[in-house]
């Protein structure tokens, strides 16, 4: 009798603690910046504590297509854009902005003053303001200047399920399972991959053949292999994950450095991984 009266009286706390909530919802904060993923791939791939944050928030600064995959989520907010590009600028000297060739220096230091100017404003007044990212904002997303630039506003990320996470769940594989290593290397070949060689290249981070898990931007595989095979025998196995995440395109092309590039065919696009590593060994 005593354990049900202690159990009664548990059930009872809980609707108690939620009623003790603010009313935006479990994870309204305190006012302030965010750096808020909203996942990769399909919507549903969002995190709670992400779409009540982006709730909560006044003001949002996003791309069009993160408003295509989320209408009902960002109707009615105050809108921006978050100044693709700025990543390449932040920090830098108007000398050092002259060898920046992708983006033009000035452009994007003027986007750099406008969003400043937004946010340290709306702070300031009590608001609450959300920068979106797909995928986990801290591998390689294009928005952590953010927590630099603003890191006197104290702002907070928000992570969420990254390309690495889908691109690991399609191949069924646990990417530390090797049998020759227990490990996984996350890189990126911003460009040439033949042409750099710094402390962390193709080359030098495969000599312990580790499990390797490439971010594709700009990758050219052929170039990719090639560097591995220094390190790696041809049979090791080799796998492409387009879309991942997606569950009406996520494609996976399997092979082995030897064969993978010309399995893949033309390149792939931008939302791709690439991966290489005996863990998907049959």
């Known amino acids: 009798m005593n354990r049900f009266k202690t159990f ?31 996942g990769s791939g399909d919507p549903e791939n969002i995190t709670f ?21 989320f209408p009902e989520l960002l109707e009615g907010k105050q809108r921006h854009d978050p100044g693709f590009g700025i ?10 902005g002259e060898e ?10 003027a986007e750099l003053e406008k969003i400043s100017g937004i946010i340290r404003k709306a ?12 995928g986990d904002p801290t591998i390689y997303g294009p928005n952590m200047w953010y927590m630099d630039e603003f890191k006197d506003l104290d702002p907070e990320i928000i992570t969420g399920v990254s390309a690495f ?4 769940a399609a191949l069924k594989k646990g990417v530390t399972s090797g049998k020759k290593a227990h490990s996984v290397i996350l890189t990126a070949t911003f460009g040439d991959a033949a042409q750099y060689d710094g402390p962390d290249s193709v080359d030098k981070l495969a000599k312990n053949q580790a499990a390797m898990a490439f971010f594709t931007m700009f990758m050219n595989i052929e170039d990719v292999v090639e ?12 796998a492409i994950v387009k879309h991942a995440g997606y569950s009406d395109k996520e494609e ?11 399995k893949t065919g033309e390149e792939p696009g931008f939302e791709y991984m690439f991966y290489v590593g005996d863990f998907m060994s049959e």
Do not use: W
Request: aromatic share 8%; charged share 25%; with cysteine.
């Open 8 to 38: 009664s009286a548990f059930i009872l706390v809980i609707p108690a603690i939620f009623l003790c909530l603010p009313a935006g919802g479990l994870y309204a904060g305190e006012t302030g910046l965010y750096l808020v993923s909203t």
């Open 49 to 69: 504590k992400a779409a009540d944050t982006i709730k909560d928030s006044d003001i949002v600064f996003c791309r069009e297509k993160t408003v295509e995959k």
């Open 100 to 109: 920046i060739t992708r983006f033009d220096y000035d452009e994007k230091m």
């Open 227 to 238: 560097k591995l095979l220094v390190h790696y025998p041809e049979d090791t196995p080799a």
């Open 165 to 168: 996470n889908n691109s690991n």
């Open 123 to 134: 702070v300031k007044q009590g608001k609450t303001v959300s920068v979106l990212c797909s």
């Open 252 to 262: 996976v092309i399997t092979g082995t450095l030897a064969n993978i590039a010309e």
């Open 87 to 96: 990543f390449a600028v932040h920090g830098k000297t108007p000398e050092e």
